[in-house]
């Protein structure tokens, strides 16, 4: 039998994993062997096979058998793709979709052609609501597309990873190519990303990657001018289609899954308009069950058996299966952030501008001894600006601070008043020797600083300059 070495896994004892695609009269396959002998990437050989393990391997050169075996990795990769285009029956978010349709079916045919050849996939999601969902809905259409495939006879090469960062580091991007060092492969691998934003904090991490792999990075923030990520062939952010933020990076990674596989993704989709205060989110108790798990579960894997700070999304698939461990976690949920709400509006500072009132709140002051991972401090901003404006029944601006973070949330009637970004990063110049670098969207952003102990400087300033901006 003729088969490629597409990927070969080196683990450093006496047997490897390596990917095969075979060929014989019922088409291309790719199988996972295991071999004693010494096999690269990229060979074209005869294989003797039995009981899983490759017992002769005589490396041919058979152009014409090599040309045949290209034709058929394109063809399987095609057929792999059964999905189509995500209508979600909102006028304004399908029209972008439509928009964006055609780059992300030529993404999809990279993704697909990896997973054929069994090459190494790395997928990083940011953990929140909107990355994870996203996460959630491609594992769905990348399970499916391996279940119903007559050409995939081995479990996807997938390296999910949850990211607790919006900027793709150096350190990052290490630690990826060292995982995939473990493997020798006739292509590249590819990496995923997965609502990261657009900080050029990243650009480093992105120089070292592209060199490595193949990227395919969606997103919804705004892009900034220095943010090198844009380049990439496979970068997809609404902003470049008319869109904005409220198109969240989960509802484009449901359109991005949806292309591979026919699944139902609307509340994996909903939940991400939820998790990111969307303007199209229309909740239903499906996609608030689902935001609220993903809440909890991203915020602290404790929550699950065995999970050590990553999540997976077959982790959370086995949780949101399991009813009465969902009851259970939705409901020690809903008790915590209610109590913590409650704490909250009595302990923050009030600042007058104008009409509009700015708070300012010490998170650490409210989350108790620093034993309870849930919320976090990002999150339960959102939730406590929503609370502040339900009280007052006008908008707001809040700063929570953290450590050496500052979380900033602005009520969405002030956007086109107040340039919060463009204020951050005034701050940023001001203060360069203390803060590490600010950003986001143009209500929901956060300060990163180098330390705390100007921590107070930052936040007066970031008031006074609200105070000028309103008025």
Sequence with gaps: MKGLVSCVRRRGDADSTDYFIVVNDNGIRTRSLHSKLNLNAGELAELSIADGYVGMFQQTDDKKEREAIDKAIEASASAMIKGGAYEKGVAALDKITAKMLPKLQEAMRLLARKLTIGAPIVIRFHNDIDGSSGAYALHKAIASAAETSEHMAYKPNIMWRMHGSVSYSREDATGDVLNCNNFECMEKPLLVILDFGTAEESNAGIEIARDRFDIIWLDHHPVIEGFGGKELAHYINPWQFGGDSNYTAGFLTCAFAKTLADIDVNEMAEASLIGDYSEYSKPGAGSRRLAALLDLL????????????????????????????????IAYAENRVSEMLDLAI????????????????????????????????????????????????????LLLHFG??????????????????????E?????????DSTGGHSNAASIKLKGDEMKKAVIGSVVEKLKEALG
């Design 298 to 329: 991203t915020s602290d894997t404790r929550v699950i058996a065995g999970a050590k700070g990553n999540l997976t999304p077959e982790e959370i698939d086995t949780v949101v299966k399991d009813k009465a461990k969902s009851d259970e976690l």
């Design 346 to 397: 009595t302990s923050v500072k009030v600042y007058r501008a104008a009409k509009v009132q700015i708070y300012v709140l010490d998170f650490e002051g409210v989350r108790g001894d620093g034993q309870e991972r849930y919320p976090l401090p990002g999150r339960f901003a959102s939730r406590l600006l929503g609370r502040i404006e339900e009280l007052n029944n006008s908008p707001a601006i």
């Design 404 to 425: 050496s973070f500052v979380s900033t949330r602005m009520s969405k009637k002030l956007i086109g008043r107040v340039e919060l970004l463009k204020i951050l990063e």
């Design 427 to 435: 701050v940023h110049s001001d203060y360069s020797n203390y803060v």
